[in-house]
């Protein structure tokens, strides 16, 4: 059990790893379309996973409740959301092609801000799966090994193109490319550190399973809607992003269903 769980935290660090690593492979820097399309892909993807890997379980945790069986998953959902309305408003950080920083005024470079926006998505993404792992240890008969594996890997799938998204431009602003797939390999290590605290956490108040579940829901949803969304579309009018949402989403239903 303790290797799979190990396994299954580092799954999406090691996702966002080697997408950073694309900076070793490919000589230009990332067209801005293929941003768009690997953007809407990874919001599919943290949709699909929010409502089935984690919503969905959160309810059923909390079926004892009968028709007030969706209050849990409510409160935790708000509660993750404005938990990331917080970050997002005393984080300094810069969206890619934005020129705005977001947060609080400050001086840090622009590099660092544009690694500070990826983390902050990140932080919800480590949670989910530390949440599910922790209910998969307790025996909860809801939660699946197959499931908890489905959700790591959906997450490490989306986390590819999401690293090579944050080195690639930043090799292309001159950056170096050690340093540049440096950047991108931390801008992801804050989600087995977020996994690890949430299994903790979670093992402690057991009872709140389901708010915890629906907590970490209510924040990758944040980040789609305030983030992800946005870049997958700006600019030129273009389809491609909805297009990939429809197949990140399609393809995290599908591990879902298939291994869950």
Same mark, same amino acid.
């Given at each position: $059990?303790? !290797?799979?769980?190990? +396994?299954?935290?580092?799954?999406?660090? +090691?996702?966002?790893?080697?997408? #950073?690593?694309?900076?070793?492979?490919?000589?230009?820097? $990332?067209?801005?379309?293929?941003?768009?399309?690997?953007?809407? /892909? =990874?919001?599919?993807?943290?949709?699909?996973?929010?409502?089935?890997?984690?919503?969905?379980?959160?309810?059923?945790?909390?079926?004892?409740?009968?028709?007030?069986? /969706?209050?849990?998953?409510?409160?935790? /959902?708000?509660?993750?959301?404005?938990?990331? @309305? %917080?970050?997002?408003?005393?984080?300094?950080?810069?969206?890619?092609?934005?020129?705005?920083?977001?947060?609080?005024?400050?001086?840090?470079?622009?590099?660092?801000? &544009? %690694? @500070? =926006?990826?983390?902050?998505?990140?932080?919800? !993404?480590?949670?989910? %799966?530390?949440?599910?792992?922790?209910?998969?240890?307790?025996?909860?008969?809801?939660?699946?090994?197959?499931?908890?594996? #489905?959700?790591? &890997?959906?997450?490490? +799938?989306?986390?590819?193109?999401?690293?090579?998204?944050?080195?690639?431009? &930043?090799?292309?602003?001159?950056?170096?490319?050690?340093? #540049?797939?440096?950047?991108?390999?931390?801008?992801?290590?804050?989600?087995?550190?977020? #996994?690890? @605290?949430?299994?903790?956490?979670?093992?402690?108040? *057991?009872?709140?399973?389901?708010? *915890?579940?629906?907590?970490?829901?209510?924040?990758?949803?944040?980040?789609?809607?305030?983030?992800?969304?946005? !870049?997958?579309?700006?600019? !030129?009018?273009?389809?491609?992003?909805? @297009?990939?949402?429809? =197949?990140?989403?399609?393809?995290? +239903?599908?591990?879902?269903?298939?291994?869950?």
């Amino acid at each position: $059990m303790t !290797e799979t769980v190990l +396994l299954e935290s580092l799954l999406p660090f +090691l996702g966002t790893s080697l997408g #950073a690593g694309c900076v070793f492979f490919l000589k230009r820097g $990332m067209d801005l379309m293929l941003q768009r399309a690997l953007t809407g /892909f =990874a919001a599919g993807v943290m949709v699909a996973a929010s409502v089935w890997s984690l919503l969905v379980p959160a309810m059923e945790q909390a079926e004892s409740m009968g028709r007030w069986a /969706f209050l849990p998953a409510v409160i935790g /959902f708000w509660l993750g959301v404005l938990f990331l @309305l %917080v970050l997002d408003r005393t984080i300094p950080h810069l969206h890619q092609n934005s020129t705005q920083p977001e947060g609080p005024h400050t001086r840090l470079k622009r590099t660092t801000m &544009l %690694v @500070l =926006a990826v983390t902050l998505h990140n932080i919800p !993404e480590g949670m989910a %799966v530390g949440v599910v792992l922790a209910g998969w240890m307790a025996g909860n008969s809801g939660i699946t090994a197959a499931g908890t594996l #489905a959700l790591s &890997l959906g997450i490490a +799938l989306q986390n590819f193109p999401e690293g090579a998204i944050i080195s690639m431009p &930043l090799q292309a602003e001159g950056m170096g490319k050690g340093h #540049a797939f440096l950047y991108g390999v931390l801008s992801g290590i804050v989600e087995p550190l977020a #996994a690890v @605290l949430t299994m903790l956490a979670a093992g402690l108040i *057991l009872p709140a399973l389901p708010y *915890l579940l629906s907590f970490a829901a209510g924040a990758m949803i944040y980040v789609v809607v305030e983030e992800l969304i946005p !870049e997958s579309s700006a600019g !030129e009018h273009s389809d491609l992003g909805t @297009l990939f949402f429809a =197949a990140g989403f399609a393809l995290m +239903l599908a591990l879902d269903v298939a291994l869950g």
